[in-house]
């Protein structure tokens, strides 16, 4: 990703680099919580489904009769 760089109307520093505001933090922080909570829920349904499969010889009931929607 690359970096913002300072431009004299915005305040940075000594090395250029732009300071996010504290509402692009907030922002970045939140975002970075949601990632990490769906990366979470996406890892426990694969365990979920990984175990499932063996014990029951289908897929879960909630994908098993999915289709593409289009």
């Known amino acids: 990703m690359p970096q913002e760089v300072a431009?004299?109307?915005?305040?940075?520093?000594?090395?250029?680099?732009?300071?996010?505001?504290?509402?692009?933090r907030t922002r970045r922080t939140a975002l970075a919580c949601r990632a990490a909570e769906l990366r979470q829920d996406t890892s426990e349904r694969r365990i979920r489904h990984h175990d499932w499969v063996p014990a029951h010889g289908t897929d879960l009931p909630k994908v098993a009769d999915w289709c593409r929607p289009y």
């Open 7 to 24: 431009t004299p109307d915005q305040p940075g520093r000594s090395d250029g680099t732009v300071v996010p505001s504290p509402s692009k």
